[in-house]
């Protein structure tokens, strides 16, 4: 079975741009979420969907957007892009809404 | 609010046991995880544990969990250089979600 996919796996933006990055889920797999890494603030997370609803968020500003397909597929899109958005951005899905999240390799976002 | 806390550093000899320690405060949380990540990686799911469990051994793996005082340690027997990387425990929240929290992982170094 494939794991998680995400892309594309870098990006280079400037200052102010948007940014969409996608998240393919293991085949049967429902529930999605993002998580982002920076070297100073870890692992942070983002939202979470189940059945294109998003059940949780984060505590992220609200440039930071998702959503997720009727196929299970996400997307995530950060607007007006900041120097500090600079970071791994990592998609996890899950069989269920509770159960154990399996990560794609991530999308590395550099914003010049 | 929930936190989750590690060393950030340990090194072994190949061939030692390795312990990374982890301490967390959601008392309600149902399950633990180890995920590892290696340079430019996303995240591989090592082993999990079920909150009214002790232990769980899985070949190299030892997973202990002492929940009166909220302790979580990943044990690894006969460690290769291959298991440099960062190791990270999180906790599953008490809203059967899927917005885990990190802690901020344990760099581990294998010396030959």
């Known amino acids: 079975k494939a794991g998680v996919t995400q892309t594309p796996r870098y990006l280079i933006k400037t200052r102010g741009q948007q940014v969409t990055l996608s998240c393919s889920p293991i085949?049967?797999?429902?529930?999605v979420s993002w998580y982002q890494q920076t070297p100073g603030q870890g692992l942070q997370f983002l939202f979470e969907?189940?059945?294109?609803?998003?059940?949780n968020k984060g505590n992220f500003p609200g440039r930071f957007s998702g959503r997720q397909f009727s196929n299970s597929r996400s997307e995530m899109n950060v607007s007006t892009l900041e120097l500090g958005d600079s970071a791994l951005y990592l998609c996890?899905?899950?069989?269920?809404?509770?159960?154990?999240?399996?990560f794609g390799p991530g999308t590395r976002l550099l914003v010049l | 609010g929930e936190d989750v806390e590690q060393s950030l550093f340990l090194s072994v000899r190949e061939g030692d046991s390795s312990v990374i320690n982890c301490t967390y405060t959601?008392?309600?949380?149902?399950?633990l995880y180890w995920y590892k990540q290696e340079p430019g990686a996303g995240l591989q799911l090592l082993t999990y544990?079920?909150?009214?469990?002790d232990m769980k051994q899985d070949q190299r793996l030892t997973v202990l969990l002492n929940k009166k005082d909220k302790h979580l340690s990943l044990r690894i027997a006969d460690t290769q250089t291959g298991d440099s990387a960062i190791y990270f425990c999180?906790?599953?929240?008490?809203?059967?979600?899927?917005?885990?929290?990190f802690g901020p992982g344990t760099r581990l170094s294998v010396l030959p």
């Open positions: 996890a899905s899950s069989l269920t809404a509770s159960g154990t999240q399996y």
């Open positions: 085949s049967g797999h429902r529930s």
């Open positions: 969907y189940f059945s294109e609803t998003q059940r």
């Open positions: 959601d008392s309600s949380s149902t399950y």
């Open positions: 544990i079920f909150s009214n469990m």
């Open positions: 999180a906790e599953s929240p008490d809203n059967y979600g899927q917005n885990f929290v």
